[in-house]
């Protein structure tokens, strides 16, 4: 059997470092080798986890079940499975908690499980256990750290939809019209002696130029006379 008993600090709120630590794919991608596979209607999930023991190289798959206390920062885990080649069969739980570290926005995990081993390999496996667990402790520690420095992405808020904008039909201009031409204003009447006499003569001009001259009149008569005579 292996034993596990860590503490790991965290230069972050226990706020942040517990969303961090109950979320199985942030987990998984603090730890090298391991790979989150299917979830399953009761809430388990799958994952491999790949360890090198000296020069061999065990590839481990397992279903997971995760159960967490949220208002306490608490969680259990347990795990069964066995190597790629059915050769080693294991059995896993672990218990974790976030709470306040000594500083001020800081805390600290509390990390407590046991692997308990069968098989072929189970021997050579727990001869280098701990060696093991000290190296995926001191990385999983370091990605740890890093990934609850990063701020947790904001979900986007849905934009709202617009509804269709009204839009006012425009009148089409009139047709432009013609402008009216004004009629000349009749010209002053004519005053004073000189002014009626120049009126009165130019209408009786005008008065003659409609009417046939005399000379036409005579011409005409002279004929007929002459006409006559013979």
Known sequence: MISITEE??????????????SDPSAVVSCIGGAELGASHDDGSF????????????????????????????E????????DGQGATRFS?????????????DSSRVFCDGEIKLNGKLAKLIESGAGMVV??????????????????AEPVAAAEPVESPATVTPVPAPAPAEAP?????????RPTGLFARLRAWW??????????????????SGG???QGGRR
């Open 180 to 188: 009216v031409e004004p009629h000349p204003a009749p010209g002053p």
């Open 134 to 151: 000290s190296r995926m402790t001191k990385e999983f520690t370091e990605q740890l750290v890093e990934t609850c420095a990063t701020p």
């Open 75 to 82: 969680g259990r885990l347990t795990a069964r499975g066995a």
């Open 8 to 21: 790991i600090p965290v230069p972050s709120p226990p706020g942040r470092v517990w969303e961090v630590i």
């Open 223 to 225: 004929a007929i006379g």
């Open 202 to 219: 130019a209408g009786r001009r005008s008065g003659r130029q409609g009417q046939p001259s005399r000379g036409s009149r005579n011409t």
């Open 46 to 73: 799958d994952g491999t986890l790949a360890i090198r023991f000296g020069g061999l190289r065990v590839k481990f798959a397992a279903r997971i079940s995760l159960d967490l206390d949220e208002s306490a920062h």
């Open 92 to 104: 896993a739980s672990a218990t974790f908690r976030v709470v306040e570290g000594d500083s001020p």
